[in-house]
């Protein structure tokens, strides 16, 4: 299973690589630190399974889920804190395409 990490944090794309690359049937193929560089990076690895940082730079998750759906609907898990802000912004993002979180 090929997977893009869509995340701004340098640690927590090492540390999601790391954790998912410890079962050999999954590889990281690509990470990319926000929007425009994920678009780009989905066109060139399309993999099967998308992580997404709900917590973009310029709150442009929303906008690259959209994006998703419309151009490459492929399973996308969202990747949140445990705080009030990212449980409704989580029922937003489940509600446009999104699998789990």
Known sequence: MNVLIIDDS???SRALTHV???D???????????????LHKIEEQNPDV?????DMPGNEGPD????????????VIILSKDSEADR???IRYLKNGAVDF
Not at 25 to 33: G, L, M, N, R
Not at 50 to 54: A, E, G, P, T
């Open 20 to 22: 998912l690359e410890s």
């Open 88 to 90: 409704k912004l989580t």
């Open 10 to 12: 340098h640690y927590m």
């Open 64 to 75: 690259v889920l959209a994006y998703l759906m419309a151009a490459h609907p492929v399973p």
């Open 24 to 38: 050999k049937e999954i590889k990281v193929v690509a990470v990319a630190v926000d929007g425009e560089d994920a």
């Open 50 to 54: 998308i992580l997404l940082d709900i």
